[in-house]
């Protein structure tokens, strides 16, 4: 634990895991921008901003190749946050399901009494599950559109809808990330930007991993 200005605070991310998550929000930014004028007419104005048509369509190709890099970085920079991660969104018990009430409540504005809850708490690990989901859709059909002559007539059909609808999924819950980031977990950013976070806000939030850190200082104490 270390002091952050008058308060205390508490690891959370390595910068392997920072940067992974900056460069993952980075290319879908760019991607989702340079997408909106081949989507539709209604934003052919965005298109001198890339050079035109064929820039716009080289800058998405580029983007779409950082867009693929977050997941190596992380296995090969932070390793022991990735299988962190990992075992995270796997793991549901009761404390998970008993949160999605009380998050109701503190998503609105009312008093709520979160149950204590892992490194990533239920609706990180949410967020998780339909990040993963969403990226799988948008990366595969996406590869069957850049090479279409790799892929059989029905597949590249397939492929343009089953994007689009990533693309609107994605967009949804990375909207619903950034709200929760600015508005009712703002504490959380300090910890994707520098990566450690108040004790105060890793006790309310996520109590089950602050309660193990606290068993880990004892057991320092001990052995010192």
């Known amino acids: 634990m270390n002091k952050g200005g008058n308060q205390k605070t508490v690891k959370r991310f390595n910068v392997g895991f920072r940067v992974s998550h900056w460069i993952n929000a980075a290319a879908f930014f760019v991607l989702y921008i340079s997408a909106l004028p081949m989507y539709t007419e209604f934003f052919d104005w965005l298109y001198p901003v890339f050079g035109g048509p064929a820039g716009a369509r080289l ?77 799988i859709m948008l990366i595969c059909s996406g590869l069957i559109m850049w090479f ?37 977990a703002k504490p959380s950013m300090r910890g994707i930007i520098k990566g450690d976070v108040s004790e105060e806000y890793a006790k309310d939030h996520h109590g089950r991993w602050y309660d193990e850190l606290q068993e880990e200082e004892l057991k320092k104490k001990k052995h010192a």
Do not use: C
Not at 73 to 84: A, L, P, S, V, Y
Not at 92 to 100: G, N, P, Q, S, T
């Open 148 to 184: 279409p002559q790799y892929f059989a007539y029905g597949i590249i059909m397939w492929a343009y809808p089953i994007h689009n609808i990533g693309l609107g999924l994605a967009a949804a819950v990375a909207i619903g990330h950034i709200y929760m980031s600015l508005v009712t």
């Open 59 to 135: 800058v998405h190709r580029f983007a779409a190749v950082a867009f693929m890099l977050p997941l190596p970085i992380m296995i090969i920079f932070d390793w022991k946050g990735f299988t962190n991660w990992a075992k995270n969104i796997l793991s549901w018990k009761k404390h998970d399901l008993l949160f999605f009430p009380q998050f109701a409540k503190e998503f609105f504005g009312m008093k709520a009494k979160i149950p204590k809850q892992d490194f990533f708490n239920a609706g990180e690990k949410i967020n998780s599950w339909l990040m993963i989901i969403t990226t």
